[in-house]
């Protein structure tokens, strides 16, 4: 069955960086666009970025644009999200979501940027 499981959350400082990773299973995974979607305490559910099948085209949020970068390794079914520049606002369970013939959300992880 399909899986994605994200990773690579925690504690960190304003300013500082975290990687996450999503592990993608269960479906041809060079074959599909994937998402990241971040939901802060008390808010909804926020599209962060995608990333092409082959990685050739990206796209983000306004609110991420030029701190956070996606890439996607087709070999080891990862697609991966680099947060720099940290601010307490980008406190959130950050989420890979990928659509196939229906929705499919990862459980999460929880990045917190506090000092």
């Known amino acids: 069955q399909v899986q994605l499981v994200e990773s690579g959350g925690g504690l960190v400082q304003p300013g500082g960086s975290l990687r996450l990773s999503c592990l993608a299973s269960g479906f041809p995974f060079s074959e599909y666009g994937m998402n990241w979607y971040r939901q802060a305490p008390g808010k909804q559910r926020e599209w962060v970025g995608f990333?092409?099948?082959?990685?050739?085209?990206?796209n983000y949020s306004d609110s991420v644009k030029g701190r956070f970068t996606i890439s996607r390794d087709n070999a080891k079914n990862t697609v991966y999200l680099q947060l720099n520049s940290l601010k307490p606002e980008d406190t959130a369970v950050y989420y890979c979501?990928?659509?196939?013939?229906?929705?499919?959300w990862g459980l999460g992880t929880q990045v917190t940027v506090s000092s």
């Open positions: 979501k990928v659509i196939l013939s229906q929705v499919y």
């Open positions: 990333i092409t099948s082959a990685g050739g085209s990206i």
